[in-house]
């Protein structure tokens, strides 16, 4: 009898994990891709395709060539399949038609159009959420960049980094590369040689950017790897609230993602970074799914800077991701707020490092983790304290929720405090939902189904808060959806 | 040169003298421990498990190895190995984890074992104890190999010291298997009072069966360099097991203490304290992991590691994991690095209590907390005093004072 | 005995006091009232020597002595004893050695040999007495899981073990009810010699009803801007402190 149920149950996980993916179409377009394979004429062509300035492809190929020194690293909690970098293609530009054909280039195919807006981002400014400027990215090309002129005003810049490789080489050339070096790891090498599109954001002295900023990452393309690259430097005084999301296609093969995000806060700046993730998970079965291994940092420069990292993870049949905050400047203030849902196959290393520097530096590290299904969700953190960083202080919360008994939650925090001044704290918990809580929301005629999605909700609210509203909304929808079958 | 070169050439010296002067337990795993370590080498900082401690610094120093037998005083439930009074060939390198490179090199290298043997049902009231002394006139490499077998039912109270008798350079390697068989209750009290020329290399292995009580509490008063290792194997369910430490850290004083409780069965408890304080140009380091198998429902679980750093020299590590694939568990842990309560301070400071002496007092309630778990009285109060005593900076100066800076 | 000429003093970058003057002679009783804010802890912190606080400008002689070149501790030695609006837990240490860690370092600092601990267990027993406070709190460490009116008997505890000449009660009836703010108060009275001086910062006239004030003074923005008798206390208790703020405009 129980057993039965259970059959029943795993049918319907089934059905949900298959069902729910609502992202998981294809758009039909014509699409410009490169031979697959990685060589220095990859990386040459790339350069080129993008009317590339010389530095700029030294700097490729430097990468590419320590790349080549390096091995897949394999300390992560995550079982990474062998991927093979001559099956991959790393370019693909789905802009490519109608680049030839359009009379102007700023006339984009009306089926990307369709695509962004049955993700429900609408590319017409009137349609635009309010508020929210937006860069759409689909494969290696940036498709449109919203509010443009509106932003230029104020002398921001907000636009696809090729074009600011273009426009602004200078700004580029002097932070890119700067708080992620190529070196740093055997991913950020890869990307660092054959990157593609992303945003770049400048914010000047004294400004406060009057909308959120978006990208909006697609991949949609047939084996092809995205690997943008995003840039953020806000400079003295100002501030810039930045939100990225990204959805697949459902395909039986993995997709390789390897982004890089650098960010640059000056003087009294304050960045705040909002992530959304929901590639492509794989099915139930744990095949396909989004392999997403990105570097993310932030170099808190200035005195009296702050930034703030908030994720909601949802997504990816591998997530490896840390992002990360360098607390250089005197007072300066970080935060990670993270929640990562794994359910079916997924795994997930995630956390953050918070690396203080500087005189009276503060973080806060506040991660949930709620594992389901047959996945492994893992929580991995440092916090260091120089040995000039009087005065830092450190407060980290980690918990993990396992709503099955199939699940692993795992928790890797590292402390290293080299300064007597130092005041550290560290706790995790890792619990299973609470049933008490579950039989009071039954006993009110709540289903377990909705009331584990309201538990969860309600655990991750301090996280949840912390993103802009517009989010907050689809990150909660996001949550239910994904946990949804995972208790009965 | 890496250091395990001149350990590889000393075997292939002297395995011949120590299998004469060793037993056939030791000597059958003998060749395959060393094989395993010649392979392997000491492992370097990139191991996880060895991040915090340089190993084949700690062996770079030419040693001479010590092959003078055991005294094993004769009293009741302590054996030379040779005189068991039980087959030793089921708990002989059994529990250990042969793949880490110093229990392979222990193996290799150790003539001679110690056996504590409590017999079913068995309750000893008064705590064996065991007395380490190194002695030596040279620089001395000690292998010690240590069993430790409760069979049913049995309780003790076994307490182990490490003291050095001479000022020299010892290097000591030690390996405890704990073998508790079912309703056995033992507490393990290790205390190291030894000078800034020694290093420790110690690993346990603790067995637990159904029904076991376990304390393993781990003292760490004065050293050099130190790196204890204590896995335990859950494997009867409830059972309980509690590992403490208490490590007081100066000079260039180096305390590496790394955990790793296993829950394969359910319904087991695991509890942890660790508390550090490192002055000077000191450093602790302290890693534990609580792995709970899929199977272990009902499993509790608390590590707690805490820490206060006195000096601007000083450094602290710590890295308080949990690795859990079962749904029913309850576990947490707790890791702070932290400064001495500046209020309370004042407060001490305002009732006229000298700034220097409310910190004492504040650095001796801190480690007051584990030492209050000790439960064999004696041992508690001596320990409380000589807590106090190092705090003061007296221990040292009293027992070596010019070792000492 | 004390003597406050013109002190400024800050924490972190805020100044709070600005400019007080004080004069107590042996034997007198001084409140200290005022708004929120208005400074009196900084006063009393100031004058116990919390290192958070920096004194920016002015003195403070205690007995012709300039306190603010001593330390803390040196300045308990000399005799001036903080009653702490919200006394701190310090787990781990016993009031015991606590206290006898506090006697005995005065003990030193008045060239006396340390108490003998059969002597000192005596004196600590005669003192629980005089305030009434329980011995099972002794055993326990300082402060730790003490109720607010066994935290502020246990100040009292403390004064009484180490007999200082300046009491500065910190609002030590924030808290109370009625009877534990009588045996508090009783216990203060009881122990004051004609020499003891005091200074009790309060909100409210009922512990001035136990404790009679020589002199009351009025701290508002960081200065004492009115001073009177005891009347002035009962005044404040019945119209507030607009009209003072009302007759500096």
Known sequence: MREEGKEVKNEFVRSVAEKKYEFGFTTEVHTEIIEKGLNEEVVRLISEKKGEPDWLLQFRLEAYRHWLTQAQPTWGHVHLPEIDYQAISYYADPTAKSKKGAQSAEEIDPELMKTFDKLGIPLEERLALSGTAVDAVMDSVSVKTTFKEKLSEKGIIFCSISEAVKNHPDLVRQYLGSVVPYRDNYFAALNSAVFSDGSFVYIPKNTRCPMELSTYFRINARNTGQFERTLIVCDEGSYVSYLEGCTAPMRDENQLHAAIVEIVVMDNAEVKYSTVQNWYPGDAEGKGGVLNLVTKRGDLRGVNSKLSWTQVETGSAITWKYPSCVLRGDNSVAEFYSVAVTNNHQEADTGTKMIHLGKNTRSTIISKGISAGKSQNSYRGLVRVGKQADNARNYSSCDSLLLGSQCGAHTFPYMDIHNNTATVEHEATTSKINEDQLFYCNQRGISTEEAVGLIVNGYAKDVLNKLPMEFAVEAQKLLSVSLEGTVG | MRSEQQYIELYHEVSDLIKSRSCEVMNSVRDEAFETFRRMGFPTRKVERYRYTDVDAAFAPNYGISLSPLTVKPSAYIYNIENAPIDVSPYYHQIADPLDAITALNTALVHDALLVHVPKNQQVADPIVVDNWLRGTAATMMNRRILIVMEQGAEATIIMGDHAADKQQFLTTQVIEVYCHDGARLDLYETEETTPLCSRFSNVYIHAGRDCSVKHNSITLFNGQTRNLCDVYLRGEHSEVTLNGCVIGGGTQHIDNNTLIRHEVPNCASTQLYKYVVDDKAVGAFAGKILVEKDAQKTTSQETNANLCASTDARIYTQPMLEIYADDVKCAHGSTVGVMDEAALFYMRQRGIPETEARTLLKNAFMGQVIDQIKFEPLRQKLYVKVEKRFRGELDKCEDCRLCK | ?249
Request: proline letters at 2%.
């Open chain 3, 1 to 249: 005995m004390l003597e406050i000429k013109n002190l400024h003093a800050k924490v972190g970058d805020k100044e709070i006091l600005k400019g007080v003057n004080l004069t107590i002679r042996d034997g007198e009783t001084h409140a200290l009232m005022g708004t929120n804010g208005a400074g009196k802890s900084t006063l009393s912190n100031v004058i116990v020597g919390n290192p958070s606080y920096e004194v920016t400008e002015g003195s403070i002689t205690f007995n012709g002595k300039d306190l603010l070149t001593m330390n803390t501790e040196e300045r308990a030695h000399a005799g001036i004893f903080m009653s702490f609006q919200a006394p701190i837990e310090i787990p781990g240490v016993s009031m015991t050695n606590f206290m006898r860690a506090a006697v005995n370092a005065r003990r030193e600092a008045q060239g006396k040999e340390p108490l003998k601990s059969t002597d000192f267990l005596k004196i600590m027993r005669e003192k629980r007495k005089l305030v009434e406070i329980d011995q099972k709190l002794m055993n326990r460490s300082v402060n730790e899981g003490f109720s607010g009116g066994e935290r502020k008997r246990n100040e009292i505890f403390q004064m009484a073990m180490l007999e200082p000449t300046l009491c500065i009660l910190d609002e030590t009836d924030s808290g109370l009810d009625v009877d534990a703010l009588r045996i508090v108060a009783e216990g203060f009275n009881k122990l004051r010699t004609a020499q003891t001086s005091a200074i009790v910062i309060t909100h409210y006239q009922r512990l001035l009803d136990y404790i009679r004030p020589d002199v009351v003074h009025v701290l508002i923005d960081g200065k004492i801007v009115k001073t009177g008798t005891a009347a002035l206390a009962q005044q404040i208790e019945e119209q507030g402190f607009d009209w003072i703020k009302e007759e500096l405009a």
